[in-house]
């Protein structure tokens, strides 16, 4: 099965030196809905199932330190879907780096279950990762989390993040994605056939 390439050596995985970032932070703090390919001259389309779309805002209300994210605009528990592509021609375009940073606001304890899947051309699962935001003390906060993929091939077509809704929230801050072949990613240890995931979380409370 695809999912047990995820056994390989776990490196120390790093943004490559070319990889496309968006931040979403290029509109206002009121929640604006944007279209499918509002960033399609970067290589993605973003899209989700609900028929109110996806929005670009603070969803948060200016109550934790993140104030911009990318959100399903009904909020509730959605997926949204990222699909890498030539930006001319709208064909699949893999990457073999994944990067998303997420904001959690959390009402009591523990929030809701989230899920990131990531899919070749073909949409068979390549990775799958699950966890639930909490805070550390049991009362409403926030928790921050970057999940950092990287592939020794081009594989990446697309990738699936399921959100959660009202009253727990989620927020994308920062998606990246790499899809053009970077000569260093050998990272030092001479093993290009591995695959490597990080993760990192930082914790808010108030």
């Known amino acids: 099965m695809p999912i047990a390439r995820l056994l390989l050596p776990l490196l120390l995985t790093v943004v490559p030196a070319g990889a496309t970032t968006i931040d979403f932070f290029n509109q206002g703090a009121f929640p604006t809905q944007i279209a499918p390919d509002r960033y399609l001259s970067s290589g993605v389309l973003l899209d989700t199932p609900s ?44 990457s073999n780096f994944f990067g998303l940073t997420l ?25 799958s990762i699950t966890d639930v935001p909490h805070t550390d003390d049991g009362g409403a906060g926030s928790d921050l989390e970057q999940i950092l993929v990287s592939w020794p091939k ?23 994605f790499s899809q053009v072949p970077e000569p260093n990613l050998m990272w030092g ?16 409370e108030r």
């Open 51 to 94: 028929s109110d779309g996806l929005c670009i805002g603070d969803r948060f209300g200016g109550v934790f330190p993140s104030a911009r994210q990318l959100f399903p605009c009904n909020d509730q528990s959605e997926v949204i879907r990222f699909t890498f592509v030539n930006p001319v021609t709208q064909l699949p375009s893999p």
């Open 103 to 127: 904001m959690f606001g959390v009402l009591v304890n523990d929030g809701d279950p989230w899920e990131l899947s990531i899919f070749d051309v073909n949409h068979d699962l390549l990775v």
């Open 154 to 176: 081009f594989e990446f077509a697309s990738a699936e993040f399921l959100t959660s809704g009202s009253p727990n929230l989620t927020g994308v801050d920062h998606l990246q």
């Open 189 to 204: 240890t001479g093993l290009l056939l591995a695959a490597g995931i990080l993760r990192r979380k930082w914790k808010f």
